[in-house]
């Protein structure tokens, strides 16, 4: 599983985050197609929506090109869970593909909702520091 892109080694975590920021672009757009089709949006907002989706895609592109990175990298193998985003042709909310990307599947979970319940514990030397309990509800609906 290739984390870092092949084309920069020297481009430290920008790499990662412009990942997660792709990732989390590419749900937003999702989830204003899915509005858009239910008729959830106005004119006004859907051409908000869509100018401040291209603006973050051509910011993302102008970071790739900053650090050196092919945009390509961002989407990473993740072996035989498939890819992370959608390789091309891209994935439309609402269809089903046979190899469904992790775009694909927290697009379906967020549509539908999902409630995550857990503990963390994190400490350093072997001490514990810090205790949370976490109980979270992602969905696109409102609650």
């Given amino acids: 599983m290739a984390v870092t ?9 920008a790499p990662l985050l412009l990942t ?6 590419q749900l937003m757009e999702a989830q ?4 858009m089709e239910s008729g959830a949006l ?8 869509a100018e401040s989706l291209q603006r973050l895609e051509a910011q993302v592109l102008d970071l790739c090109a900053v650090f050196k990175i092919d945009p390509a990298d961002l989407n990473i193998e993740l072996g035989e869970v498939g890819t992370l985003l959608p390789k091309s042709g891209g994935y439309y909310p609402g269809e089903h593909s046979h190899s469904p990307t992790i775009l694909e599947l927290l697009d379906r ?10 503990s963390i514990d994190l400490g350093l ?17 409102p609650l």
């Fill in 109 to 118: 979970l967020l549509n539908t909702g999902v409630v995550l319940e857990g």
């Fill in 20 to 25: 997660v920021v792709e990732l989390l672009r």
């Fill in 32 to 35: 204003v197609i899915r509005r």
């Fill in 125 to 141: 030397a072997e001490i514990s520091l810090i205790h949370a309990r976490l109980q979270v509800v992602l969905t696109t609906q």
């Fill in 5 to 13: 892109p092949k084309s920069n080694p020297d481009a430290g975590l």
């Fill in 42 to 49: 106005t004119d006004t907002e859907l051409n908000r929506a």
